[in-house]
């Protein structure tokens, strides 16, 4: 049986500037939270105004913390302009200097 080999990726110091990152955290966090306080999610609901209602009806809502998780595997696809490889290691050596 072959064993599995991890390799991290060349520009891994940077991963806190990608956008799929980013999104798998909000994601994440926006799950947890209207798991952990359901009552809440549900009053910040009520809070929001009717037209930015209409945009997202109820029965959707549990469904936002799945499309971001899709949508940050779509931006894992896209090439950021503004990262490059190495750019984190090169930040270090400057905070170390």
């Given at each position: ?71 940050s595997l779509i931006a894992r696809v896209i090439k950021q302009s503004k990262l490059q490889p190495n750019q984190g290691a090169e930040d270090d ?5």
């Amino acid at each position: 049986m072959n064993k599995l080999k991890l390799e991290l990726i060349e520009d891994w110091r940077n991963f806190w500037r990608f956008w799929s990152v980013r999104l798998g955290i909000i994601g994440s966090a926006l799950t947890g939270f209207l798991i952990a306080f359901p009552d809440q999610a549900l009053q910040a609901w009520a809070l929001l105004p009717a037209d930015l209602k209409a945009y997202l009806p109820e029965r959707y809502m549990p469904l936002v913390g799945v499309a971001i998780f899709v949508l940050s595997l779509i931006a894992r696809v896209i090439k950021q302009s503004k990262l490059q490889p190495n750019q984190g290691a090169e930040d270090d050596k400057q905070s170390q200097a």
